[in-house]
């Protein structure tokens, strides 16, 4: 494997490391008798330590190692986990990340000088002299456990017995040649030696044979060569030679069989203690492996060899993934959303050939297009991701910030396993920092005050993900002192937003604060209150197809729900006509369809016109109005499109409905500019534009700014 290519695995797998060790920490802070988190932990520095000398940065993995002693003395219960443990351990944490992120930029060497003094910090905990851990050698290990096997592009797997005759050397034969034959044809993974049959000393009998092997072997050669090292020793009964296949149970070089089996049973499988030894064991009141290490049955470095593989065991199988660059995914993707447009083009071309052409083409027209949007659906896929990681930073965050303002906090995650488009995920995390940033600034009050309200001191910050209706929801609560509508209210009067006699809805109050400038706060700290961030943190969601909306109860806390689309490239339209332009309205938003007829229609003084929906009305937006398209004269009777704009129901009137298609949408600020009212542009199938209609900007468009005309084309 190429040296670049290594570094790349490298530093993804040191990014889902540290990853790991923060979200563990945070939670040891909460449950620091928490055992399994603990070893997760010790593993993260455990693989940190070894991957790290692997790729020749060696002050990294000294340091890996040094976390690593200190995590051993706390599993041990020789160290106890406090608040400022976690702390220091979460700063061995920052520096470590800085360094791997500064080497993935070219600059190895960048902010190493700070990894003496943190490495003396740590001594210091370890209750060690610097002197002595400079000086220390450090043992090799002799076990017969193989570490990380070494990787070859191709092979099987076999496991081969070997119980020989006691008498073998007397007949002149010598099982260590056999081995040595096996090294001249394959890689040999582990040799495990069976000593239990050794009677005691003074009984022995050099000349005898007592014992057996266990062999892992890897090798691209036909199962027939190997079998043939043994053709000799095979013909004599007495000698006992069995080879099987196992390739079936590796993945990545790793045995999956590990990951299932107690570790008591992986122990006597390799001979390392007897099932006698492991009864006693489980009749204490201990761990397994923490019983056998007092009793001096195994030592530190099998148990710890045996945890390391059987981890990387179940991690192969809970996800066996190839890594794939995100810039191919990208490529992949706009490839896919070529392909759409394409496969509409040849639909639009089919549609105007003659019929019995048509016929000649059977179905394969619509199974093209089925494949396409398959594949299509698939790359998607892969373009999403889980919304874990970016939900796991805002508890470190949230910890900081609350020590600092000497507050109590406490972040709940849920629904981490939710997907969203990769593009989705880049973009959320400054809004949903700047909220929970609020939440924690003006949400969460101090410990005394919660107890005055006879709440617990710690506050509850509740960060949840889910998926309905073809779209993301994203929930942030707090149950802190919640939002004082009516201060919002007063300082909405202050800036002349509403009269004095205005009574506002709370739903209708709470908008006020998207507004740049708007602030109810009585002081300004680091964090916020300078009221920039809302407005910004609306527009942001806005542009990647999203909402947002605020739901409070003074004294009881305040909740922000963001939906957002599942992806942002690809969405199923419907194409209407209006005037001579063609737009484009996601039918996701899409209620229903109507004729637009004068007796389903009213006119309110000052409000504009309203349609007839079932037993209701809903506002009418005339498309060739709020856009400022010239309408068409035609004897065709208008439709209207009713929409769901998140706000309100609306109804779209157009001049014609011309078809439904998936449709690939384009950025226009990128190329243009933002036009309120439009999410982007799609290439029509005859290669014409479209603009794809964005229906809440409609809406904000029509009350927001008094139905100002924006010309768009």
């Given at each position: 494997?190429?040296?670049?290519?290594?570094?790349?695995?490298?530093?993804?797998?040191?990014?889902?490391?540290?990853?790991?060790?923060?979200?563990?920490?945070?939670?040891?802070?909460?449950?620091?008798?928490?055992?399994?988190?603990?070893?997760?932990?010790?593993?993260?520095?455990?693989?940190?330590?070894?991957?790290?000398?692997?790729?020749?940065?060696?002050?990294?993995?000294?340091?890996?190692?040094?976390?690593?002693?200190?995590?051993?003395?706390?599993?041990?219960?020789?160290?106890?986990?406090?608040?400022?443990?976690?702390?220091?351990?979460?700063?061995?944490?920052?520096?470590?990340?800085?360094?791997?992120?500064?080497?993935?930029?070219?600059?190895?060497?960048?902010?190493?000088?700070?990894?003496?003094?943190?490495?003396?910090?740590?001594?210091?905990?370890?209750?060690?002299?610097?002197?002595?851990?400079?000086?220390?050698?450090?043992?090799?290990?002799?076990?017969?456990?193989?570490?990380?096997?070494?990787?070859?592009?191709?092979?099987?797997?076999?496991?081969?017995?070997?119980?020989?005759?006691?008498?073998?050397?007397?007949?002149?034969?010598?099982?260590?040649?056999?081995?040595?034959?096996?090294?001249?044809?394959?890689?040999?993974?582990?040799?495990?030696?069976?000593?239990?049959?050794?009677?005691?000393?003074?009984?022995?009998?050099?000349?005898?044979?007592?014992?057996?092997?266990?062999?892992?072997?890897?090798?691209?050669?036909?199962?027939?060569?190997?079998?043939?090292?043994?053709?000799?020793?095979?013909?004599?009964?007495?000698?006992?030679?069995?080879?099987?296949?196992?390739?079936?149970?590796?993945?990545?070089?790793?045995?999956?069989?590990?990951?299932?089996?107690?570790?008591?049973?992986?122990?006597?499988?390799?001979?390392?203690?007897?099932?006698?030894?492991?009864?006693?064991?489980?009749?204490?009141?201990?761990?397994?492996?923490?019983?056998?290490?007092?009793?001096?049955?195994?030592?530190?470095?099998?148990?710890?060899?045996?945890?390391?593989?059987?981890?990387?065991?179940?991690?192969?199988?809970?996800?066996?993934?190839?890594?794939?660059?995100?810039?191919?995914?990208?490529?992949?993707?706009?490839?896919?959303?070529?392909?759409?447009?394409?496969?509409?083009?040849?639909?639009?071309?089919?549609?105007?050939?003659?019929?019995?052409?048509?016929?000649?083409?059977?179905?394969?027209?619509?199974s093209l297009n089925r494949i396409g949007r398959e594949v299509q659906e698939q790359v998607m896929r892969l373009r999403m991701f889980p919304i874990e990681g970016t939900f796991q930073r805002f508890q470190r965050m949230a910890r900081d910030?609350?020590?600092?303002?000497?507050?109590?906090?406490?972040?709940?995650?849920?629904?981490?396993?939710?997907?969203?488009?990769?593009?989705?995920?880049?973009?959320?995390?400054?809004?949903?920092?700047?909220?929970?940033?609020?939440?924690?600034?003006?949400?969460?009050?101090?410990?005394?005050?919660?107890?005055?309200?006879?709440?617990?001191?710690?506050?509850?910050?509740?960060?949840?993900?889910?998926?309905?209706?073809?779209?993301?929801?994203?929930?942030?609560?707090?149950?802190?002192?919640?939002?004082?509508?009516?201060?919002?209210?007063?300082?909405?009067?202050?800036?002349?937003?509403?009269?004095?006699?205005?009574?506002?809805?709370?739903?209708?109050?709470?908008?006020?604060?998207?507004?740049?400038?708007?602030?109810?706060?009585?002081?300004?700290?680091?964090?916020?209150?300078?009221?920039?961030?809302?407005?910004?943190?609306?527009?942001?969601?806005?542009?990647?197809?999203?909402?947002?909306?605020?739901?409070?109860?003074?004294?009881?806390?305040?909740?922000?729900?963001?939906?957002?689309?599942?992806?942002?490239?690809?969405?199923?339209?419907?194409?209407?006509?209006?005037?001579?332009?063609?737009?484009?309205?996601?039918?996701?938003?899409?209620?229903?369809?109507?004729?637009?007829?004068?007796?389903?229609?009213?006119?309110?003084?000052?409000?504009?016109?309203?349609?007839?929906?079932?037993?209701?009305?809903?506002?009418?937006?005339?498309?060739?109005?709020?856009?400022?398209?010239?309408?068409?004269?035609?004897?065709?009777?208008?439709?209207?499109?009713?929409?769901?704009?998140?706000?309100?129901?609306?109804?779209?009137?157009?001049?014609?409905?011309?078809?439904?298609?998936?449709?690939?949408?384009?950025?226009?600020?990128?190329?243009?500019?933002?036009?309120?009212?439009?999410?982007?542009?799609?290439?029509?199938?005859?290669?014409?534009?479209?603009?794809?209609?964005?229906?809440?900007?409609?809406?904000?468009?029509?009350?927001?700014?008094?139905?100002?005309?924006?010309?768009?084309?």
């Amino acid at each position: 494997m190429e040296q670049d290519e290594l570094l790349q695995i490298y530093f993804s797998e040191a990014e889902e490391l540290l990853q790991t060790m923060e979200h563990s920490l945070m939670t040891l802070e909460s449950e620091p008798q928490n055992e399994s988190v603990i070893n997760e932990v010790f593993r993260a520095m455990h693989t940190m330590k070894s991957s790290s000398a692997m790729v020749g940065f060696t002050q990294l993995s000294e340091h890996a190692h040094l976390l690593e002693n200190l995590m051993e003395r706390i599993r041990s219960k020789q160290v106890s986990i406090t608040q400022n443990l976690v702390s220091f351990l979460l700063e061995n944490h920052d520096l470590i990340k800085s360094a791997v992120e500064n080497a993935a930029q070219g600059k190895p060497d960048v902010g190493l000088d700070a990894f003496p003094a943190m490495a003396e910090k740590v001594r210091r905990f370890l209750g060690l002299a610097a002197e002595q851990e400079e000086g220390r050698v450090t043992a090799p290990i002799t076990t017969s456990i193989s570490s990380v096997p070494k990787k070859s592009s191709k092979g099987s797997y076999y496991e081969i017995n070997m119980r020989f005759r006691k008498d073998i050397f007397q007949i002149g034969q010598d099982p260590l040649m056999l081995l040595y034959e096996l090294g001249d044809l394959a890689e040999i993974i582990s040799v495990e030696t069976d000593l239990s049959s050794l009677p005691p000393f003074l009984e022995m009998d050099p000349y005898q044979l007592y014992l057996t092997w266990r062999l892992l072997i890897k090798t691209d050669r036909p199962l027939a060569t190997i079998e043939k090292v043994f053709v000799f020793v095979q013909e004599d009964e007495l000698n006992q030679i069995s080879i099987r296949d196992v390739s079936s149970h590796f993945r990545d070089g790793v045995d999956t069989r590990m990951a299932n089996k107690p570790l008591g049973e992986i122990l006597i499988d390799q001979k390392l203690v007897s099932e006698q030894e492991i009864q006693e064991a489980l009749t204490q009141q201990k761990r397994v492996g923490e019983a056998l290490l007092e009793k001096g049955k195994i030592s530190p470095d099998e148990l710890d060899k045996i945890v390391d593989l059987q981890e990387k065991s179940r991690t192969v199988l809970r996800k066996s993934t190839v890594r794939v660059d995100t810039d191919k995914l990208d490529q992949l993707a706009n490839m896919v959303e070529e392909m759409t447009i394409q496969l509409a083009r040849i639909s639009a071309i089919l549609g105007d050939l003659p019929p019995d052409v048509t016929r000649k083409l059977g179905s394969e027209p619509d199974s093209l297009n089925r494949i396409g949007r398959e594949v299509q659906e698939q790359v998607m896929r892969l373009r999403m991701f889980p919304i874990e990681g970016t939900f796991q930073r805002f508890q470190r965050m949230a910890r900081d910030l609350a020590r600092e303002q000497h507050k109590q906090i406490k972040v709940v995650l849920g629904g981490g396993d939710t997907e969203l488009d990769k593009d989705v995920i880049e973009h959320i995390n400054d809004p949903l920092t700047h909220i929970i940033r609020n939440c924690i600034d003006h949400g969460i009050e101090a410990p005394d005050e919660r107890k005055q309200s006879g709440k617990s001191p710690e506050g509850i910050i509740n960060l949840n993900a889910y998926q309905q209706e073809g779209k993301i929801y994203i929930e942030i609560s707090d149950d802190g002192r919640g939002i004082d509508a009516e201060a919002v209210r007063q300082k909405a009067i202050e800036r002349g937003l509403i009269k004095e006699s205005d009574q506002p809805s709370p739903e209708e109050i709470y908008k006020f604060l998207f507004i740049p400038g708007f602030s109810t706060a009585k002081k300004v700290s680091s964090i916020s209150g300078r009221g920039v961030g809302m407005d910004v943190v609306q527009n942001n969601i806005q542009q990647l197809g999203g909402t947002i909306a605020i739901f409070s109860e003074k004294g009881k806390g305040t909740t922000f729900v963001i939906k957002l689309p599942l992806t942002l490239a690809v969405i199923d339209g419907m194409y209407v006509g209006v005037g001579a332009d063609i737009f484009v309205i996601p039918l996701l938003t899409v209620l229903s369809t109507a004729a637009l007829k004068e007796g389903n229609l009213k006119t309110i003084e000052g409000k504009g016109e309203v349609v007839r929906l079932g037993d209701s009305y809903v506002p009418l937006i005339h498309l060739d109005r709020i856009l400022g398209i010239e309408r068409r004269q035609t004897d065709t009777e208008p439709l209207v499109v009713f929409v769901s704009s998140e706000k309100r129901i609306l109804g779209l009137g157009v001049d014609e409905i011309l078809d439904h298609q998936q449709v690939v949408i384009k950025n226009l600020e990128k190329n243009f500019r933002k036009i309120s009212g439009i999410a982007g542009g799609a290439i029509m199938p005859d290669g014409s534009v479209a603009l794809v209609l964005d229906v809440y900007g409609l809406d904000h468009l029509f009350f927001g700014r008094n139905r100002v005309h924006e010309l768009v084309h």
